[in-house]
């Protein structure tokens, strides 16, 4: 198609797979509708980003774009060497026959990409390595613009993990308890909805689950925890109160027994962070300049609670859910470090042009 300027964003299904996109041209200024799907991947600020056409250079993620031809492979094969209740779900999921509400395709391939990494056939993974954000345990990160449904798919995770381990109690790769870390108290209250047997919860409302197995979802546990409560002192931040109290930092397993409640006694349980920017651990080359103490001290208090939990409990999978991945590298703003364990990406661009948010409108003064 010959290069034009964008009359109207909006060129996709919401429920398909997107067959075109948007491409900027940076020496024209203009813009090519192209055949095929956006690469995954961000946009960084370049030296002339500061002009008013100018969004900056596109930087592929190329883990994400080997993972999602083998995913939609293996979707289209019919999900090959999956349990017998993850097939059930994805067969409820992908029928709009037993919906009311039809899910988005940025939905369901996050939750199919997160269920092929644990159920594909080994040999479908060959070569498909998930970097590790220098802790002990696995994460996996989900990049959904803001706007685009993550929380359908958070349920869509804790009826897949629950079920299947209600079912296939001997089976490792499940677990029916799920610990969710929110970034604050107004996200902690929205996202009760994702709890099974909260009142207006989504498996009810969106009919994320067959009702045969409504009784199966409910003997999981899910807790929700703002993430203050992973805040912990060591003994060198102790001794340097001015306090008569130098009973020294809580061990594990007390620190385990406080933050985790009801899920105290869990183990090898499954953790879900919501805005996962938020949990970073600092660079070992990096003093992060340029960054808040109060920013810093969340992140690594958040991470840090985690592994400690992970060490008197056992973490199976932390589940990463974000609109901007980032964690910041300590060198230019424009230099932030994507998260490495990225494992599928529907961003804002894509979000728009498939009419999931809203259009933006740019003021041209009168």
């Known amino acids: 198609m010959a290069r ?6 909006i060129i996709n299904s919401p429920y398909e797979e997107p067959k075109h996109y948007w491409s900027y041209d940076r020496e024209s200024r203009t813009f090519d509708q192209k055949a095929g799907r956006r690469p995954a991947g961000y946009v960084i600020a370049s030296q002339s980003s500061k002009a008013f056409d100018d969004p900056g250079i596109f930087v592929p993620i190329p883990l994400v774009n080997q993972i999602r031809p083998r995913v939609k492979a293996w979707r289209e094969a019919d999900y090959p060497g999956v349990t017998g209740i993850t097939k ?13 509400y039809q899910f988005f395709f940025c939905q369901l391939e996050a939750i199919e990409t997160l269920i092929w990494l644990a159920e594909a056939p080994a040999s479908e993974k060959v070569g498909i390595d998930i970097p590790s954000d220098g802790g002990a345990f696995t994460r996996l990160c989900s990049k959904m ?4 449904g993550k929380t359908i798919v958070m349920a869509m995770l804790i009826a897949w993990q629950v079920i299947n381990k209600v079912t296939y109690p001997q089976d490792a790769r499940f677990s029916k308890h799920v610990f969710v870390v929110a970034p604050g108290l107004t996200v902690k209250s929205r996202l009760q909805v994702i709890v099974p047997s909260g009142t207006g919860n989504f498996y009810d409302e969106f009919n994320v689950v067959p009702p045969a197995l409504l009784d ?38 007390a620190y385990v027994r406080e933050v985790l409640g009801e899920l105290a006694n869990t183990r090898n349980m ?3 962070n919501d805005e996962a920017h938020h949990a970073w651990r600092i660079p070992a080359e990096s003093k ?38 980032f964690a910041p590298s300590g060198k230019q703003s424009s230099e932030e470090a994507l998260f490495d364990w990225i494992v599928t990406d529907f961003g804002l661009n894509d979000a728009i042009e498939s009419g999931l948010v809203k259009t933006p409108r740019v003021v041209v003064r009168d």
């Open 270 to 272: 499954v953790v879900i």
């Open 288 to 325: 992060v300049k340029g960054v808040r103490k109060e920013d810093i001290e969340e992140a690594t208090k958040w991470v840090g609670g985690l592994d400690r939990i992970h060490k008197a409990r056992g973490i199976l999978n932390c589940y990463d859910f974000s609109a901007t991945p």
């Open 216 to 253: 199966k979802l409910r003997q999981g546990k899910v807790l929700i925890r703002n993430w203050h409560i992973l805040n912990w002192e060591s003994d060198e931040r102790i001794a340097k109160k001015r306090t008569v109290d130098k009973r020294g930092a809580k061990s594990d397993e």
């Open 145 to 148: 613009a803001t706007g685009s």
């Open 88 to 100: 059930r779900l994805l067969e409820h999921w992908n029928d709009p026959q037993e919906r009311q």
């Open 4 to 9: 034009t300027t964008i009359d109207h964003l």
